[in-house]
């Protein structure tokens, strides 16, 4: 019975597999941050550890036992870039809209199953005896060659967009990201970018001497899984810090917006609605109501507040509310309300909320405010007060 061999690389890719199984479980269920991004890092590590499973089966030659294993990760390779230029898109708060055009990016994925679907229809003896004694001709080394050549290729234009797009995020601004937020992630491509041209490096390198250079591999792609699973487990461990959850890009152009006239008939129709409707004082409000209102997708309203408006929507619709709280206290019928009460018809649902919201939007408290706002003469007499529970 052939004996498997269980080396310190074959542990290292199991490991890594089975770390990216945890990780995608994680991501997938957490509710944490942005949701979409969440969704396509989770598909975007499960396909790398799929291909780290297949290291390990390769090096410890479980092969022998699952032949129909054998290349099965070959067309992974090949989506894996689309992946990380999607999911920076999300990162930016541009989600990625899935229609027909979405195919062009899976174009290489799907040549290369046609290429592969003969290997894949071969019987398990069939695949075995390749695996074991591979085809030394030119023609198969070429098109290995080819293969490593778009693989590089397509990392190489894909990382490189993903990098411009969040070049272009630091320009413009992000308000609700430090720069460490977006630098990191230019780090990390421009470091998958060196991989990919250090593998088409030894591809041609393996293509011109005709020699196996596998051993090369194992460094790079140790670093390369290190460096995926990083992305990660910050998103687990730091997930305000991966995905800030409100993030404003403001002056740059995306493809596939609505037209800037259709953009200001909609926030000119969100304004009125606001001020006459005043959704707002309804404490339980939410990013589906006021776009229903609007006949819009939440989608689209999310993209209208953080780009157009440059606010995140706690804060686009508590702005209103603290306008409310201003103008019934400098109204003499409510004098006979507390401050808190005044607080709770006006939208907010606890006076920890208010103190905290009303501070950050006028720069001082709800007691400074009216005490601010007070003729001398009835400072002292006036009805309307700040009970101990606002302070």
């Given amino acids: 019975m052939t004996s498997l061999q269980f080396g310190p690389w074959a542990i290292l890719y199991a490991a890594a597999a089975l770390q990216g199984l945890f990780v995608a479980g994680v991501l997938l269920c957490t509710d944490r ?14 396909a790398f550890s799929w291909t780290r499973f297949m290291s390990f089966v390769n090096l410890s030659e479980l092969f022998r036992f699952w032949p129909h294993l054998i290349s099965s990760g070959a067309v992974l390779w090949f989506l894996l870039a689309p992946l990380y ?27 290369i199953l046609i290429y592969m679907i003969p290997f894949y229809l071969l019987p398990a003896e069939a695949k075995l005896n390749l695996m074991l004694n591979p085809d030394p001709s030119e023609r198969t080394r070429l098109v290995m060659l080819v293969f490593s050549l778009v693989y590089g290729a397509q990392n190489i234009v894909y990382l490189g967009m993903s990098i411009k797009s969040l070049r272009l995020a630091s320009r413009a601004g992000a308000a609700a990201a430090k720069p460490a937020h977006l630098s990191w992630l230019r780090l990390l491509f421009t470091l998958m970018i060196l991989f990919a041209v250090f593998h088409v490096i030894v591809a041609s390198v393996e293509f011109w001497l005709n020699r196996d250079l596998v051993a090369m591999d194992y460094l790079p792609m140790a670093f390369f899984t290190v460096m995926v699973y990083a992305i990660a487990y910050l998103a687990m461990q730091q997930p305000e810090k991966l995905f800030p959850p409100h993030l404003r890009i403001k002056k740059m152009a995306w493809s596939g917006e609505p037209a800037l006239a259709e953009t200001d008939a909609v926030i000119r129709q969100l304004r009125k609605i606001m001020e006459n ?52 206290l400098l109204h003499k019928q409510n004098g006979e309300h507390t401050l808190l009460a005044i607080a709770l018809a006006a939208g907010f649902n606890s006076k920890t909320s208010f103190n905290r919201i009303f501070k950050s939007h006028t720069g001082m408290t709800p007691s400074q405010f009216l005490q601010a706002r007070r003729e001398p003469a009835t400072a002292e007499t006036s009805p309307v007060h700040s009970d101990s529970s606002a302070q």
């Fill in 85 to 111: 230029y999607f999911y920076v898109r999300a990162f930016l708060a541009q989600p990625v809209q899935w229609n027909f055009f979405s195919v062009v990016h899976a174009l290489p994925a799907l040549a």
């Fill in 277 to 328: 409707e005043k959704p707002y004082l309804d404490c339980n409000l939410k990013y589906s109501d006021l776009a229903a209102r609007l006949g819009i997708s939440v989608r689209h309203l999310s993209r209208i507040l953080n780009e157009e408006l440059g606010q995140s929507f706690n804060d686009f619709v508590n702005a209103y509310r603290i306008k409310e709280v201003q103008s019934q």
């Fill in 33 to 46: 941050g942005n949701k979409q991004a969440n969704e396509l890092l989770a598909v975007l590590v499960l």
